[in-house]
């Protein structure tokens, strides 16, 4: 006699994912609330889904709020709990991912969403804003995307961006957020050699990011640069043009006087002696030079 047969049957999963989606912010039969960003706008939800969804916020709410008379209770808090450092949209979206297992994204807000997918740990809600950042990559919003990226150690979105910035160099440094750029990620942006921009443009767009980053970090420019500056490949510039290079740094002294010094040296010995070899090494987008020539050896 055969035995007992068991199965694990699935029933509609959009029709019970969109009875689910009605729960998102619905004040009925709601046991906790937040209070969300400077609008503090009400988000209403329910805690069992949150405490099983989600590791953080089973401990957010089994603790009673800082200064509730209710803190040696084991009555749940109720809230509210004030989240002010968040956009609603972008909590709501987290809530939504939580409920139903997908998520509403626009590009106003996926970063942020990514942001909060790291801080409360949720994995798959990271790897799915992961993907709609990669799909819908812009000109204007690809160094916030990389920022983002190294920030969060999402290396596959990072080396996505720069796949980006490669394409189109020349356009993504004459954004604001080319010029918001931590110096330890513009660095490693400029140790590429597929960049398709010439060397004295890039050379630009480094002195107006420096400018920019020394105003807001209220540090010099030189101690600011310190990083990208290194990366820079003077000795592809013509003499004429380090002679203007020269001119400007005068100012704002973005470029230690060595690195120009190696510069000369190339053009005067006809080869990049003394100077490291990467340095000689035109880029995807460098125009070409009569020495360049001079620095073929050195190139790999």
Not at 67 to 79: A, E, K, L, R, T
Not at 105 to 123: D, M
Not at 169 to 174: D, G, I
Not at 193 to 212: G, K, P, Y
Request: include cysteine; charge should be negative; aromatic fraction near 6%.
């Amino acid at each position: 006699m055969a035995g007992p047969c068991s199965a694990r049957l699935q029933g509609d999963v959009a029709a019970f994912t969109a009875a689910l989606r009605t729960l998102v912010n619905n004040p009925q039969f709601s046991d906790v609330m937040f209070v969300v960003g400077q609008e503090q706008q009400k988000v209403f939800a329910h805690r069992c889904v949150l405490v099983c969804r989600c590791q953080a916020f089973r401990g957010m709410l089994s603790q009673a709020p800082v200064g509730s008379q209710d803190s040696s209770s084991s009555v749940p808090p109720q809230g509210p709990f004030i989240l002010g450092n968040v956009q609603p949209e972008v909590f709501l979206a987290v809530i939504e991912f939580l409920y139903t297992n997908s998520v509403t994204l626009n590009s106003h807000i996926a970063l942020e969403v990514l942001t909060s997918s790291v801080e409360y740990g949720l994995q798959d809600l990271c790897k799915l804003c992961v993907k709609f950042i990669k799909d819908t990559l812009s000109v204007e919003q690809v160094c916030e995307a990389l920022q983002a990226a190294v920030t969060y150690g999402q290396v596959d979105l990072q080396h996505h961006c720069l796949d980006f910035i490669e394409g189109c160099t020349a356009a993504v440094v004459r954004t604001q957020g080319f010029r918001e750029l931590s110096d330890v990620v513009l660095a490693w942006v400029l140790r590429s050699d597929r960049l398709a921009v010439d060397e004295l443009d890039l050379v630009q767009a480094v002195r107006e990011w420096a400018h920019v980053s020394s105003a807001v970090l209220e540090r010099p420019v030189p101690e600011v640069a310190a990083l990208p500056v290194r990366e820079l490949r003077l000795p592809l510039l013509a003499p004429s043009e380090l002679v203007t290079l020269e001119s400007y740094n005068q100012q704002d002294l973005l470029i230690p006087v060595e690195n120009i010094s190696a510069a000369w040296r190339a053009h005067a010995l006809r080869r990049g002696s003394g100077v490291p070899s990467h340095l000689c090494r035109p880029r995807r987008g460098t125009r070409s030079r009569d020495h360049h020539r001079h620095l073929e050896p050195h190139a790999k």
